[in-house]
Each structure stands twice: as structure tokens, then as C-alpha cells.
């Protein structure tokens, strides 16, 4: 059985903000000749790791909206330079955009059972290109269109 996990998407300001991450940290590893793999790392290694490794994707909280999600690849058992054991969420870095839905703030990251997570929006193209549009607009202009349910 399917389990995915959630997370805030701390510092990032829209989608367009996180594909740029993205992006950079892509060049970062060719130039260092290393595989191009995102991951998150983070204290607390998953109990229900089975579940997760089962399909199980990333899915990010950004600005209080669930936005977009990355299919996990593996977790893996990493230590930093003290020696302080984390786990390394390790995630395809393709961006999929999902059903926006609004996520109150939380610590750390949580469980999301696969009936309660939001599906991928249909036409990725469109949703990115509209997603990317949302970060040019004055957050209050954006919130106004929602509202009016124009965007």
C-alpha cells in the first residue's frame, strides 16, 4: 500500500521559485560529474518506508498550498560532517504539478495516505506555464483572482 510524504516547501516562494532551485542545483552536480538527483534531507527516517518506496512521492507545501510533488526514488541513510545520522529523501526531479489545496504549516514532514493526496493537474504544460505566470503577479492580485475563481 502506497503512503506518500508531505512537507513545507520553506523558503521557496512559488513553483517558479522551485523549478529555478532546481535547476541550479542540476547544474551545480553536472559540473561536478555527479548524478543529477534532488533529495531532502531530514532527521527522522520514515517507520512506514516499505509503503513509501511503494510509489510514493514528495509532495510540497508552498505558501500554505499543497503545489507540486516529486516521485521518490529511494531513502537513503546519509551522516553529515559531525557525524549526525539523517535520512536523505532522494526524488526525481521532474516538477508535477498537482490539484492546488491549502495546508496549514506543520514541522518536519508527515504521512499523506494516497486516498487524501491531491491528483496531478492534466495538461502539465498549461499548469506549469500558468504556474509560472502566478509569479509574476502581486500576491493580493493573485488571491483576488483565486477568489473569483479566474485562476
Known amino acids: ?42 532527521r527522522m527516517f520514515p517507520k ?4 513509501v518506496l511503494d510509489g510514493g512521492s514528495l509532495y510540497w507545501v508552498i505558501k500554505g498550498i499543497i503545489r507540486v510533488r516529486h516521485r521518490i526514488l529511494r531513502l537513503d541513510e546519509v ?10 529523501i532522494v526524488y526525481d526531479p521532474k516538477v508535477i504539478l498537482v ?12 504521512y499523506l495516505e494516497a486516498e487524501d493526496a491531491p491528483p496531478d493537474l492534466r495538461n502539465q ?5 500558468s504556474a509560472l505566470a502566478e509569479g509574476e503577479m502581486p500576491p493580493k492580485m493573485l488571491a483576488e ?7
Not at 512506514?48 to 509503503?51: K, P
Not at 483572482?145 to 485562476?151: A, N
Open 1 to 42: 500500500m502506497t503512503v506518500h510524504l508531505i512537507k513545507l516547501c520553506v523558503g521557496v516562494s512559488d513553483v517558479g521559485h522551485l523549478v529555478q532551485e532546481h535547476e541550479r542545483l542540476a547544474k551545480k552536480a553536472q559540473r561536478r560529474n555527479k548524478p543529477v538527483e534532488d533529495s531532502h534531507w531530514t
Open 48 to 51: 512506514r518506508a516499505e509503503e
Open 79 to 88: 551522516a553529515d560532517a559531525d557525524g549526525q545520522a539523517y535520512c536523505a
Open 99 to 110: 490539484e492546488p489545496r491549502p495546508r496549514r504549516a506543520f514541522q518536519g514532514w508527515r
Open 125 to 129: 504544460r498549461q499548469a506549469m506555464n
Open 145 to 151: 483572482l483565486r477568489e473569483l475563481g479566474l485562476f
